[in-house]
């Protein structure tokens, strides 16, 4: 089923041609929110998910910053341990709705010795058994969060990072070439991103609930760009207590070409586990440029200033801004 209400028609052909394939069934609307259409299965699970306190929650928007905010957390909080950070992330930090967005299951049943790891055929599974205290992964927006969290009752350290938008489009569009199957050309799919119909969109929608709550304690509230300009004096460093040794360290370690050449978190065993049973044809890389401000040079001027109207629309009430 793909998501489709009339009033874009072009827009619901763009999800069918270019989506719905060896990837995805289709697409729902949860709460406004655009999913791939095995979310239905499992929103009920990870509405009830007993959360644990002692864990530290890792939220955005995909990529702006995710994976970067990911590696600097667990390091923290496992004392620097390099040795141990050698295994994959996806492990280390497991991804909540993973399992959602890989929905390609009656595709893959012909696929013969397929050998998923159990982090992607069951996330919700795999991060119940992983003992806490532990970082979770999520992209979910606030609407679609455990109850537990949504309700105040627990209030485990959420950390959010979010990424200005056509920075975070282009990035996108390259993921889901890459991991998704999309095989559409980039001025479509920023029709998809702008319109709210790619995976976790609206965009802003995503981001504005959890900037309204940036003054919980619980919460932490991260910008990308922050992140880029000085990384050692961002609030994760802060609040631990990290000598000049460990900081230069931490910050060398968390550096874009190290993060891209560090196959614990670069995705290389889930790019070439995608390519190995050509689920993915696409010649990229999990991690591209890592830049601030390269969408300009990507994007048509019609493009940008369809994003720069598009922004001022939706923050014209908040005091939001990059």
Same mark, same amino acid.
């Given at each position: ?105 009656? *595709?893959?049943?012909?696929? !013969?010795?397929? &050998? ?6 069951? $996330?919700?599974? %795999? /991060? +119940? ?88 304690? *619980?919460?932490?509230?991260? !910008?990308?760009? &922050? ?6 004096? $961002?609030?994760? %460093? /802060? +609040? ?83």
């Amino acid at each position: 089923m793909v998501v489709a209400n009339g009033e874009n028609p072009e827009l619901d052909e763009i999800l069918k041609k270019y989506f719905t394939n060896k990837f995805r069934t289709g697409y729902v609307t949860a709460k406004g929110v655009t999913m791939p259409e095995r979310f239905a299965e499992m929103e009920e699970d990870i509405y009830n998910f007993e959360v644990c306190e002692d864990d530290v929650w890792i939220c955005s928007f995909p990529k702006t910053g995710t994976t970067w905010t990911s590696e600097m957390v667990w390091m923290i909080l496992n004392n620097l341990d390099f040795a141990k950070g050698q295994e994959n992330i996806e492990i280390r930090c497991p991804f909540l709705e993973l399992s959602t967005i890989f929905d390609h299951r009656e *595709n893959v049943k012909t696929i !013969k010795n397929f &050998d998923a790891p159990s982090f992607v055929l069951d $996330s919700l599974k %795999f /991060l +119940k058994d992983t003992k806490s205290p532990k970082c979770v992964k999520t992209h979910l927006p606030w609407v679609l969060l455990p109850k537990q969290i949504q309700d105040g009752s627990k209030k485990p350290l959420m950390i959010y990072v979010t990424r200005n938008p056509k920075d975070t489009c282009v990035s996108y569009h390259n993921h889901c070439k890459l991991i998704e199957g999309y095989t559409g050309n980039f001025e479509d799919f920023c029709k998809l991103f702008l319109a709210g119909k790619v995976t976790y969109a609206p965009f802003w929608d995503h981001i504005l609930p959890f900037w309204e709550r940036r003054d919980q304690p *619980n919460i932490l509230f991260l !910008k990308y760009e &922050d992140l880029i300009k000085d990384l050692p004096s $961002s609030p994760t %460093f /802060l +609040k631990n207590d990290l000598n000049d040794e460990q900081v230069a360290r931490l910050t060398d370690h968390l550096s874009f070409q190290n993060m891209k050449n560090n196959n614990a978190v670069n995705y290389h065993e889930m790019v070439n586990f995608l390519r190995k049973h050509n689920l993915t044809s696409y010649d990229g890389s999990f991690m591209r440029n890592g830049k601030v401000g390269g969408a300009s040079a990507e994007m048509s001027p019609e493009i940008l200033e369809k994003f720069e109207e598009w922004t001022k629309e939706n923050l014209k009430r908040s005091d939001f801004s990059f």
